[in-house]
């Protein structure tokens, strides 16, 4: 996950787990974020209340935010 500066690999199963992943963004006038999701076989993979937010790391994960 991550652009090409930025890249996290992390190992999926089948349990649901948090993942968290720190980006810093280049200086400039556009802001954006894209991530990519490659997989190395075939799967299903669920994707649930992704959170950004400015700072060092991530805060607690907050509902409904």
């Known amino acids: 996950i991550g652009g090409a500066h930025n890249a996290g690999r992390f190992k999926l199963d089948t349990e649901w ?3 968290t ?5 280049k200086p400039g ?3 954006y974020f894209r991530w990519d999701l490659v997989l190395k076989q ?5 994707v ?6 400015e700072g060092e790391e991530a ?3 907050v ?3």
């Open 59 to 61: 805060t607690s994960y």
């Open 42 to 46: 075939q799967a299903t993979v669920w």
């Open 63 to 65: 509902p409904g935010r």
């Open 17 to 19: 787990q948090r993942y």
């Open 48 to 53: 649930d209340a992704v959170q950004f937010e």
């Open 29 to 31: 006038p556009q802001r």
């Open 21 to 25: 992943l720190t980006v810093f963004e």
